[in-house]
């Protein structure tokens, strides 16, 4: 896991763990063998330590915090000893120096970089601290006030500004064209440059340990707590991490560390902590399909768009971005103008917020190919469909398409809701049609839910997954059934919340729950956000708005809904919906016209009106999600718990402290879940949500966790 070789009288200590070279048992134990031997030989008169292959470590080894390896030979006592070695120590970064990787520079007493890598102390996202002297060291070292920031945020910064900072010694020129090869011996030769350089230099004031912090007022703490509970609602780490950087201005080195590792191993064991890392590593699963190669996808290179509204404009820039050519078509040139200058305006913001330069955004640009004619889409590798809503409507576009494209092409259809197998059943390439569900808006979110059709073969979906990948998107696949996982799972936990208001509840009580829970919003007012008029066409798509239409054994739970569309409250875009919006605003204020419209309602539909309890709204909210939850995997839906985390999390705002729906179905206990919907079914027998999940209520009465048996599932199948 490590090499060791002499240059020029150097030692240089080469951490060799692919792919992040993260900080591995093994790993510590090499480089502490490393130091020995340096120290030991009399002709070696510096070392170097530097990350083989793509990066200097990325971290701790996050598999071993469960495992508990982290605490043999841990990491702060590597760094210490690495600080205390006689020999002058150069670390050299390329890549991505982050967490312990970042810690273990900060140990080191010089530090040169290339200019392409990345440092950063991202443990806040993961639920914990820097914990091997992050919190301590980088205040000593470029002050209390840029550390906290760092540390606080968890968010990584270029090497440029990281020198800027003062936590570089040197930068290392290297150009976007050089290879990684390249990269490395240059940076290898800067590092050993430098450290015959200052062989004999006195290693006074190069101990970060030993630097003294200067303090900041209580003010500057209040000021970034205020900002933490505001940018990170919800999130222990952050303020646990702050008091520990304060504990760097207040106390000596030793006894800083000390209050670091008390933090650190409260936060190890929180609840919140479990469910981040569960998060971190259920997203680099989502490509792990059991049965499904990811080698056999086709590397697509020429892409074509149908539609250039919002959602086709979206997703146009998703490939433009990243050097794909697009070919956005629209049947109407005043809409595709619209489209082009909506790309346009994207693209202006961007570089007038100084995320991009103007040179490679006219280079993105230079990739779009506005046209008015299908035939242009002859040759595209794939082409994404973003017209209306409306079977027929997709039936006929894939039609046209599948006598257009070459016979390669694999035709995605962007949709929320349509079945995909009617869909293909347009084309006669049913093998080459995918599904291909954007969250709006396109550029922006980062989900994608690929749902694969009963005839979509391995090879298109694999293609899918990995040019999803390729824009920079969290790929997820499912199945193929109506909403398929995300929006399937939102129906019940809506109804949930309109069933709450029938009952005694108003909006924005039901709201306040969420909201306290975690999501950013609640669903009246996410509703409100998206427009009332989607869920009335969706209602209107079941056949359910119709009251002569409607199942008589199931209960009907939007009359409100409904109404409110009738009156042209569709939300913030009309400054009314279930809430009442001042101008411009999005801050929606309780309206008496919808409160006497509920209760009305609620005495029309038979229902007396009672107190409902905010535990009540929760547990009916979200365990109706998590019912739906376990019924998508029971079918094969969804192919991983975890999957559906991610959907969650990342597409509907399920609070990422809480793991997403699954993780947290564990955490509060299965038997206790299955228990409260058999009561909450018991209340309300024609609400087919209450019906038990069979896996649910499998899992319920052996007491089993659904992670740890999906996992013994997925070995089970994979050894078959
Ligand atoms: C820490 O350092 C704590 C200390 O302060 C205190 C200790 C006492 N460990 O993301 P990718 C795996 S906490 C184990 O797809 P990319 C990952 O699961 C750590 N495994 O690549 C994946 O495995 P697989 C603080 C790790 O190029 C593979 O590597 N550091 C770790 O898109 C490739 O990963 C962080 O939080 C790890 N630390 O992105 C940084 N990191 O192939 C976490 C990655 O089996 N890492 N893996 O699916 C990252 O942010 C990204 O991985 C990185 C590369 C940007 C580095």
């Known amino acids: 896991m490590t090499s060791y070789k002499t240059i020029k009288d150097v030692a240089v200590i080469t951490i060799e763990n692919p792919p992040v070279n993260a900080l591995s048992l093994a790993v510590r134990e090499g480089i502490l063998d490393g130091l020995s031997r340096a120290s030991k030989d009399d002709t070696v008169c510096a070392i170097v330590i530097i990350g083989g292959g793509r990066t200097f470590?990325?971290?701790?080894?996050?598999?071993?915090?469960?495992?508990?390896?982290a605490f043999t030979k841990p990491l702060p006592q590597i760094i210490e000893k690495i600080e205390s070695t006689q020999k002058p120590i150069v670390c050299a970064i390329h890549g991505t120096a982050f967490g312990g990787g970042l810690e273990v520079a900060l140990g080191c007493h010089y530090r040169i970089a290339s200019t392409r890598s990345k440092v950063g102390l991202p443990e806040v996202n993961l639920g914990i601290l820097p914990g091997a002297g992050g919190t301590q060291r980088l205040p000593r070292l470029i002050g209390v006030w840029l550390a906290a920031e760092m540390i606080c945020s968890g968010k990584p910064i270029e090497a440029?500004?990281?020198d800027a900072k003062g936590i570089l010694d040197d930068l290392v020129e290297i150009s976007s064209l050089?290879?990684?090869?390249?990269?490395?011996?240059?940076?290898?030769?800067?590092?050993?440059?430098?450290?015959?350089?200052?062989?004999?230099?006195?290693?006074e004031g190069k101990r970060v340990s030993q630097l003294k912090v200067e303090p900041v007022s209580d003010f500057f703490y209040e000021q970034l707590a205020l900002q933490i509970s505001k940018n990170a609602r919800g999130m222990n780490a952050p303020l646990q991490a702050l008091k520990a950087v304060k504990a760097s201005a207040m106390f000596p080195f030793k006894e800083g560390m000390q209050r670091e590792q008390q933090i650190?191993?409260?936060?190890?064991?929180?609840?919140?902590?479990?469910?981040?890392?569960?998060?971190?590593?259920?997203?680099?699963?989502?490509?792990?399909?059991?049965?499904?190669?990811m080698k056999k996808g086709v590397p697509i290179k020429f892409v074509g768009v149908i539609g250039a509204g919002?959602?086709?404009s979206g997703i146009a820039i998703n490939f433009i971005k990243k050097g794909i050519p697009v070919v956005l078509i629209d049947a109407e040139q005043e809409f595709l103008d619209r489209g082009v200058k909506a790309i346009e305006d994207y693209f202006k913001g961007r570089v007038k917020k100084g995320k991009t330069t103007?040179?490679?955004?006219?280079?993105?640009?230079?990739?779009?190919?506005?046209?008015?004619?299908?035939?242009?889409?002859?040759?595209?590798?794939?082409?994404?469909?973003?017209?209306?809503?409306?079977?027929?409507?997709?039936?006929?576009?894939?039609?046209?398409?599948?006598?257009?494209?070459?016979?390669?092409?694999?035709?995605?259809?962007?949709?929320?809701?349509?079945?995909?197998?009617?869909?293909?059943?347009?084309?006669?390439?049913?093998?080459?049609?995918?599904?291909t569900h954007f969250f709006s808006p396109a550029n922006v979110m980062r989900l994608m839910e690929n749902v694969a059709g009963s005839k979509t073969s391995e090879r298109t979906i694999a293609s899918v997954m990995q040019i999803s990948k390729t824009i920079s998107k969290i790929p997820v696949l499912v199945g193929n059934c109506f909403g398929f996982i995300g929006n399937r799972m939102l129906f019940p936990y809506n109804n949930q919340a309109n069933a709450l208001l029938q009952e005694g509840a108003f909006p924005h009580d039901v709201d306040k729950v969420l909201y306290d829970f975690g999501f950013p919003m609640g669903l009246f007012q996410m509703s409100d956000l998206a427009g009332n008029d989607i869920g009335l066409h969706i209602r209107k798509a079941q056949g359910i708005v119709d009251p002569s239409q409607r199942d008589p054994n199931e209960r009907y739970v939007s009359t409100t809904a409904d109404k409110l569309c009738e009156m042209k409250r569709f939300g913030v875009k009309s400054s009314k919906g279930w809430y009442s919006y001042a101008k411009g605003s999005r801050k929606g204020r309780p309206d008496k016209e919808v409160m006497d419209l509920i209760v009305e309602n609620s005495k029309a539909?038979?229902?007396?009106?009672?107190?409902?309890?905010?535990?009540?709204?929760?547990?009916?909210?979200?365990?109706?999600?998590?019912?739906?939850?376990?019924?998508?995997?029971?079918?094969?839906?969804?192919?991983?718990?975890?999957?559906i985390d991610i959907i969650w999390i990342y597409g509907y705002g399920f609070p990422p402290q809480k793991g997403g729906p699954m993780h947290y179905a564990d955490a509060v206990g299965l038997k206790k879940i299955y228990d409260s919907i058999l009561q909450y079914g018991k209340a309300d027998p024609k609400t087919s949500a209450w019906k038990p999940s069979k896996l649910l209520e499998q899992l319920a009465s052996s007491g089993k966790k659904l992670a740890k048996y999906w996992t013994k599932k997925l070995k089970a199948q994979s050894n078959l």
Do not use: W
């Open 358 to 435: 103007r040179f490679l955004a006219d280079r993105s640009l230079g990739y779009l190919r506005p046209s008015l004619h299908y035939e242009d889409l002859s040759n595209v590798d794939l082409v994404i469909e973003a017209v209306f809503e409306n079977l027929d409507v997709k039936k006929s576009v894939l039609k046209h398409l599948d006598e257009i494209c070459k016979p390669q092409t694999i035709l995605c259809t962007n949709t929320s809701t349509l079945d995909i197998d009617q869909i293909a059943s347009a084309t006669n390439r049913p093998d080459r049609v995918i599904g």
């Open 178 to 203: 050089e290879s990684v090869q390249t990269e490395y011996d240059k940076l290898l030769d800067a590092a050993i440059t430098l450290a015959l350089r200052v062989k004999n230099h006195s290693l």
């Open 160 to 162: 440029v500004d990281a």
């Open 605 to 643: 539909e038979g229902f007396v009106r009672r107190n409902i309890s905010a535990k009540e709204i929760e547990e009916r909210c979200l365990y109706a999600l998590i019912n739906e939850g376990f019924k998508c995997l029971e079918e094969g839906m969804a192919y991983k718990p975890g999957d």
């Open 57 to 69: 470590p990325a971290g701790a080894d996050i598999s071993e915090f469960a495992n508990g390896k």
């Open 310 to 312: 919002m959602m086709g």
């Open 264 to 293: 650190l191993g409260r936060l190890f064991v929180s609840s919140q902590a479990k469910a981040l890392q569960h998060i971190f590593f259920a997203e680099r699963q989502t490509m792990k399909i059991p049965g499904i190669d």
